[in-house]
């Protein structure tokens, strides 16, 4: 594998993925381009939550392991959430018991079930890592440069077209038809921004019978209001009727929320797959393929154990696990 030791690196993809996939490899050393369809602002990522908490995403004992590591990433950029976008607030994950959650649930400070006070229903009180995308995005893209790196805006059709000796796919839903793989899909997600009047506590709430989702993430400018969980859906309009929904049921739970001013109005399609793809390929003529997309929703929360673990790939290092 000795043409994985010299040469450039190119990472498909500028989202949360890729740039921290790329951030893991510049800062071993290598020599990495990013080649981005867009720039940080209008990818997929920058429209997400983005709550730390393992969402719906598998194998399970891996994405545990990468979302821990992660966490302690998130709780150090904590200490400069003006630089980093991110910050450790408190709230409540809603319909959730202790008993029902995987290993690393141990490991999150403070994790508690709610008094009744702090929730009707059974939940969870949690400290968690709420992160401003873009700002946190824009400290990413910045911390690339200074490792030495570099990005393009270009896009790729064919990722034969893409000539280095190792080649990170990170294209999350585009991977559906570069690969192509029909396992990753679109889960659709809307939100509405208005402006914060007070509110510090995030809250999530699955209403399973309604089939509805509701969140609440506080900033100190704006709180992020949602959302929907729609699969097989690609349109990036944002429905009226939808976001009217949306401000109700958050007003429900907040009433001052329902004289907020609107902001704007977001969408994204996460890019859903049964398991994500962390998977090394060697092509034909000896070039190094790693493959790293499918993270749904939880992109964010295994952001840096996953980076690091396709950083490894990429470098010829044994895997943790074959997916």
């Known amino acids: ?154 896009t790729v059709t064919d990722l034969a077209e893409v000539e280095a000796p190792v080649v990170v796919n990170c294209t999350g839903l585009g991977a559906r038809t570069l690969v192509p793989d029909t396992a990753v899909r679109p889960q659709r997600g809307q939100l509405v921004i208005v402006e914060n009047p007070g509110i510090r506590t995030w809250f999530v709430s699955t209403d399973a019978e309604a089939g509805t989702i509701t969140y609440v993430f506080p900033h100190p400018d704006r709180l992020v209001l949602g959302g929907t969980a729609d699969d097989d859906e690609w349109s990036l309009t944002p429905d009226p009727v939808v976001a009217r929904a949306i401000v109700e049921r958050c007003a429900a739970l907040w009433p001052e929320i329902a004289g907020a001013r609107v902001l704007d109005h977001r969408v994204g399609l996460r890019p859903v797959r049964d398991a994500v793809r962390l998977e090394r390929q060697v092509l034909p003529d000896g070039r190094m393929l790693v493959h790293h997309y499918g993270h749904g929703g939880a992109g964010v929360t295994v952001a840096w154990g996953c980076a690091q673990e396709a950083a490894g790939l990429a470098l010829g290092e044994e895997p943790a696990a074959v997916l």
């Open 1 to 154: 594998m000795e043409n994985t030791r010299s040469g450039d690196v190119i990472v498909v993809g500028g989202g949360v993925i890729g740039l921290t996939t790329a951030v893991a490899l510049a800062e071993r050393g290598r020599r990495v381009r990013v080649w981005a369809r867009e720039t940080v602002e209008g990818t997929t990522s920058a429209v997400a939550g983005a709550l730390w908490w393992p969402y719906h995403i598998r194998p399970k004992e891996l994405a545990g392991e990468w979302a821990l590591q992660s966490l302690s990433v998130y709780e150090e950029l904590a200490a400069r959430p003006e630089e980093t976008g991110v910050r450790v607030v408190e709230g409540v994950q809603g319909e959730t018991r202790l008993d029902a959650l995987e290993p690393w649930a141990a490991r999150v400070p403070g994790l508690r079930a709610t008094t009744a006070e702090e929730y009707a229903g059974t939940g969870l009180w949690a400290r968690l890592p709420l992160i401003d995308m873009p700002v946190h995005l824009r400290w990413l893209r910045e911390r690339f440069l200074k490792a030495g790196g570099t990005i393009e805006i270009r």
